[in-house]
């Protein structure tokens, strides 16, 4: 974008050229937002577009066009919602299929609370609603705040919209003080299809279904437009309380009922297994008619006290399930078969189809999961689907089962043509060219190209910039390859040098003919047609392309990238902000493999500081002796991950580009666990003899909620033994080594259970 000149200073000529420029520019934008769902510029930056065509409308009313942007409907939100941090984290619920599953989650219950096989156990059975979830604060019995889910821990704030929807009080009569109330916001089939048809008359966007108008409808910035849409609710749990609201989840959602929230009227209080399964089978029959889109049932444990002993894995509670519906099928053409290049080198076969819809969404694309799965065989060369393998030009036939990307379950050999080859798995890499090897006992086949493979270095860095990640605000997915295509950004590290390169009026980190000649080695052309729409360009065509790049490439990146000076302004912004980046997220960041968010905060933890988690790595690479065992030590890290991350962290080049990336950066320590305030936060328990209130299963998970180090034998690290009838050598051991000793009672007053 050349330099703006001033509205004052526009001679008539230029302003009606102007407006025109900016019409084009933002009907483009509403075109990619509205219709492709794929915005290409910043929020800020189309805000501006907007602002100066109506100073120029306003100087020069005599020129505004027929096509006025400014007097559009549907245009993008001026400006993004406030996040919410949750008081208590939104969870999310362990999906199960199957009856086996059901039954175990039954059976692993009664284990964890030493239930025996007959004992009584009662579970609410509700409809899992598809829709969005939503938490609702209220203070004092008003409504204060509301948010949707986000991602568990901090959502996006709904307040006002939330207050127009009828279903949802403003004012509660009786409540507890503090009141954070949970549940569905969905849309009903019925008006959903007058919402569609309302769009279709306006010439607006059609929503794919009832769960995307929820969705869209709820996150509009003006209330008004969420006011005229029909937005339903269900209640069915909740997050702070002042006071409970009841001994049960049965009573609870009375409670919630009696105040003024809708509940599912198919809510039912199962006595054991066979109950459970009897009313799923009822509400999937009932499903049809129901008038609103559920897609399962979710049980939970009714006895709340029974709940708060169960506790919580790292996002889904141990006492609650989601019995999901059966994936809906369809049949539709195999037309090609296109691979993936991941971040950690795998190659991952991709299904293009002839879009169908499934289950009220259209699918054009499917996992085929990986070699042996094309060719119809398992991991251990057994046969699946009949031994069929899948070709090109086959039928086959696509599921979706909940969120999941849709899968190929089936190919109908009988509509197979008669040219159709079997498919040949690709040996080397797409993106990069480099061998492809599959290691033995591994299904995927890798890339070795590491960091020169363009495909696995824009994977990183999508990553990189991910929501638990460095999540960093205007540089999501599509940025972060858009600045890769452009050569700014080809590291994790020169995230964190674009201000000062840009100050420094430097160009891009690339040639114009490299990015080129890499951009023409791509196979699928995606990435060719974005860098040209990056450029302004219509088509990727090389002298067009290099012409428009080495000219942008000797400016500084806003105008490189056709963005307003204010919108780069907010990116170096939001890049500062992530300067400081606390230990776990930034050795998720990484993207290491088998390193999720989990094992990051155990790493983390044990490790505290950067300098000591990086200064283990390089001792461990023999993969024994004390920073081995240290690893290996922690709970809930093995071998497999032990090893890949030793290996990634010790890779010379890996390391140097981890090492510069660290450079930029304040490292926070790691948090202590969170309740350090507990008296054993901090401490190595040891459990042994008989526990006869709780299993070792339950003691062993709430000592560690409450931030104790569990460990299985007594050394001189242990503090604590908690020791039942029948203790042997433990507690022999614990006394010669003057390790305090209490019985189970002991350790239940300390933690406050007793
Ligand atoms: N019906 C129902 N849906 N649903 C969703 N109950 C329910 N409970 C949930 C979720 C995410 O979470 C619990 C952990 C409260």
């Known amino acids: 974008m050349a330099e703006e000149t001033p509205v004052e200073e526009l001679s008539a000529e230029e302003a009606a050229a102007e407006l025109a420029r900016l019409a084009a520019e933002i009907a483009r ?7 492709e769902d794929a915005p290409e510029i910043s929020d800020a930056e189309y805000d501006r577009l907007k602002r100066r ?24 939100p001026s400006e993004t919602f406030a996040k919410v941090r949750h ?55 008003r409504l204060v705040q509301a948010a949707t889910r986000g991602d568990g821990a901090e959502g996006e704030d709904v307040t006002r919209n939330v207050r127009t929807i009828g279903e949802i009080p403003g004012r509660l009569e009786g409540a507890p003080d503090i009141l954070e109330v949970r549940g569905e916001v969905y849309m009903g089939h019925d008006d959903f299809a007058a919402l569609n048809a309302r769009q279709e008359a306006a010439g607006a966007k059609r929503f794919a279904n009832p769960r995307n108008a929820a969705a869209g409808s709820l996150r509009q910035l003006d209330p008004e437009v969420t006011r005229a849409r029909p937005l339903r609710f269900f209640a069915y749990g909740w997050g702070a309380l002042s006071a409970p609201l009841g001994d049960t989840q049965m009573a609870a959602l009375e409670r919630l009922g009696a105040l003024g929230f809708p509940v599912n009227p198919l809510t039912r209080l199962c006595d054991g297994l066979d109950e459970m399964l009897a009313h799923y089978a009822q509400i ?17 444990v009714n006895d709340l006290g029974l709940q708060e002993r169960l506790g919580y894995r790292s996002t889904t509670p141990r006492w609650a399930l989601a019995h999901k519906f059966p994936a809906e099928l369809a049949w539709t ?32 694309n499917a996992t085929l999961h990986n070699e042996d799965y094309i ?11 009949g031994g069929k393998d899948i070709r090109v030009g086959d039928w086959v036939q696509v599921y979706r089962a909940g969120d999941v990307i849709p899968k190929v379950a089936d190919v109908d050999l009988s509509r197979r043509p008669d040219d159709a080859t079997p498919y040949e798995f690709p040996k080397t890499c797409p993106a990069c060219g480099s061998d492809a090897i599959r290691e033995e006992g591994d299904s995927v086949r890798r890339c070795t190209g590491g960091l020169i493979c363009p495909a696995q270095a824009i994977e990183k860095l999508k990553h990189f910039v991910s929501r638990g990640a460095f999540d960093i605000e205007g540089l999501g997915a599509k940025q972060v390859e858009q600045f890769y295509l452009l050569s700014w950004i080809r590291e994790p590290a020169d995230i964190f040098t674009l201000r000062d390169r840009d100050a420094a009026g430097e160009k891009a980190l690339l040639e114009p003919d490299e990015v080129l000649d890499r951009l023409e080695g791509e196979e699928s052309g995606e990435a060719r047609a974005r860098l040209a729409a990056a450029l302004g360009l219509e088509t990727f065509e090389r002298d067009s392309v290099a012409e428009r790049f080495a000219e942008r490439s000797r400016t ?29 997220r930034l050795i998720f960041a990484l993207g290491i493999r088998h390193v999720g968010e989990t094992a990051a905060q155990l790493l983390a933890r044990h490790y505290g500081t950067w300098e000591n988690f990086i200064a283990a790595m390089e001792p461990a690479a023999a993969e024994e002796g004390s920073a081995w065992n240290d690893l290996l030590s922690i709970d809930g890290v093995g071998p497999v991950l032990a090893r890949s991350l030793v290996k990634s962290l010790t890779q010379p080049a890996e390391r140097a580009s981890v090492d510069r990336l660290a450079a930029c950066l304040t490292v926070e320590e790691a948090e202590p666990p969170a309740t350090s305030d507990s008296p054993v936060a901090g401490k190595t328990v040891v459990f042994t003899g008989t526990l006869e209130k709780m299993t070792r299963a339950e003691a062993k ?37 003057g390790v305090e000793t209490i019985d189970e009672d002991g350790w239940l007053k300390l933690i406050g259970a007793g």
Request: glycine content about 10%; proline content about 5%.
């Open 87 to 141: 008081a208590v984290r939104m969870l999310s619920l362990e999906n199960a299929f199957e009856r086996a599953e059901v039954a175990e989650f039954d059976a692993r219950i009664r284990r964890y609370l030493n239930l025996g096989a007959e004992a009584p156990l009662n579970f609410t059975a509700e409809p899992k609603i598809d829709g969005l979830s939503l938490s609702i604060r209220y203070e004092g019995g």
């Open 53 to 76: 065509n109506a100073e120029i409308e306003a100087r020069f009313p005599d020129l505004k066009r027929a096509d006025s942007p400014g007097e559009r409907v549907g245009a993008r």
């Open 556 to 584: 500084p990146l806003a105008r490189h990238l056709g963005w307003g000076e204010k919108s780069a302004a907010n990116l170096f912004e939001a890049i500062d902000e992530r300067r400081s980046i606390p230990l776990e």
């Open 701 to 737: 998970a709430r000592a560690e909620s409450l931030g104790a180090k569990v460990s299985g034998s007594v050394s001189p690290k242990t503090d604590l033994l908690v020791a039942g009838p029948g203790a042997g050598s433990k507690a022999k051991k614990a006394a010669e080594l």
């Open 375 to 385: 060719a119809g065989r398992d991991s251990k060369g057994d046969p699946i689907r």
């Open 333 to 364: 053409l195999l037309e090609a078969i296109d691979i993936q290049v991941g971040r950690t080198g795998a190659l991952s076969p991709v299904a293009r189809l002839t879009p169908v819809t499934v289950g009220g969404v259209v699918v054009s």
């Open 284 to 300: 999937e029959q009932q499903r049809a008619t129901l008038g609103y889109d559920i897609d399962g049932v979710v049980y939970k």
């Open 29 to 35: 934008a509403d075109r990619a937002y509205h219709l």
